[in-house]
């Protein structure tokens, strides 16, 4: 009996599915735009959250400049802050801290008015006019107040609230921030006194 | 008869008219608090974000009501005070900012993320519909050609001898 020699067949390999690389589904103009926008939006995201990460304005750094229109028309801008110790006042006229501090910083005004050196800028963050200059009133307050009109002064100083004081040295620099009202006169004097030198 | 039935109806007509007119242009007495609201809840005041300001409860944001009332009073459009807000207490009150700057890509990043996305989308399931090129070499298991056939067919018609044979 002639032996019968079978061959086994080994199974062929079927050929794998060719798959499409991604590569290939995206031409290269348009990987190039989705990755340059990518990276532009997580640029312009990580911005602005660094600028919301960096807090009110540090002691020791150039504040931002600005101006003042008062309620009365009168502008108080970089020109008329030149060479004087300034304080800039947050308030609002619903703010009860504000009523607190209100009669301190008017009586603390008129005390350095007649210097010529110091000047006081009152700030009235998100108030409305009327309710700003029944607050005024009521407090017989002299030193130049103003609204801070489309919110551009609070945001420059990145407040976080209402009252906060900074008070500026006769170089510019941000000498004393206060994010809380002043409880005293004195306080408010200790601040200012050693800004004025002899 | 005919004269002053139509003198009358002349009269009434331009009497409606001028009273339209007037009533146009008089500034509205009392506005209620739903025509303040529509406008409130269009805007944010900044002392409490996110909390629209027809529902907000902080003193701050019912004299801004208030404001709108006055204004409406004064006969101002929605518009016009929307826009005295802005320029009181700046762009962000708004609930929808305006697309200037780089309020630009709150409107545009959505929308250049769909159409990429449905671009992608179309790129791919195109890719799968294409048919898969076959490999060159011919498959042995599924169709044998002739030759082979034949040399089976020998093969078997030998074994079935072979099996007789016993």
């Known amino acids: ?198 | 008869m005919r004269k002053s039935i139509f003198a009358f109806g002349f009269s009434i007509f331009f009497i409606l008219v001028f009273a339209g007119i007037a009533s146009a242009q008089q500034p509205q007495a009392t506005p209620s608090d739903d025509q303040v609201n529509a406008i409130a809840k269009q805007l944010y005041c900044p002392v409490c974000e996110n909390t629209p300001l027809d529902v907000c409860p902080t003193t701050a944001c019912a004299r801004w009501r208030d404001l709108i009332r006055q204004q409406l009073a004064a006969g101002k459009t929605e518009q016009e005070i929307k826009d005295f807000f802005v320029a009181q207490y700046g762009a962000r009150v708004l609930g929808t900012p305006p697309p200037r700057g780089i309020n630009l890509l709150v409107y545009l990043v959505p929308v250049v993320a769909v159409v990429a996305g449905a671009y992608i989308l179309f790129r791919v399931y195109r890719s799968w519909k294409r048919p898969i090129p076959l490999p060159q070499s011919p498959p042995t298991d599924v169709a044998p050609p002739p030759a082979q056939a034949a040399t089976e067919d020998e093969y078997i018609h030998r074994l079935e001898e072979e099996v007789r044979k016993g």
């Open chain 1, 1 to 198: 009996m002639d032996e019968i020699v079978t061959e086994q067949t080994e199974p062929t390999e079927q050929p794998e599915p060719t798959e499409r690389p991604a590569q290939k589904i995206i031409p290269r103009w348009g990987r190039i735009i989705a990755w340059v926008g990518l990276f532009a939006l997580l640029a312009i995201v990580a911005m602005l959250l660094l600028r919301n990460l960096q807090g009110p304005v540090a002691v020791g750094q150039v504040p931002p400049t600005f101006t003042l229109t008062t309620f009365d028309g009168k502008q108080y801008g970089p020109a008329e802050m030149s060479g004087k110790v300034v304080l800039v006042n947050f308030w609002a006229s619903w703010c009860k801290p504000c009523e607190q501090e209100a009669p301190d910083l008017e009586t603390a005004w008129e005390d350095y008015q007649p210097r010529g050196d110091v000047l006081f800028l009152g700030i009235a963050w998100t108030d409305t006019e009327s309710a700003s200059l029944a607050y005024i009133d009521r407090f017989k307050i002299t030193y130049p107040n103003g609204p801070d009109l489309g919110t551009v002064i609070s945001q420059a100083y990145r407040i976080t609230g209402v009252p906060e004081t900074y008070i500026i040295d006769k170089q510019g620099k941000l000498a004393y921030a206060k994010l809380s009202p002043f409880t005293s006169l004195a306080e408010i004097k200790a601040a200012i006194d050693p800004l004025l030198g002899p």
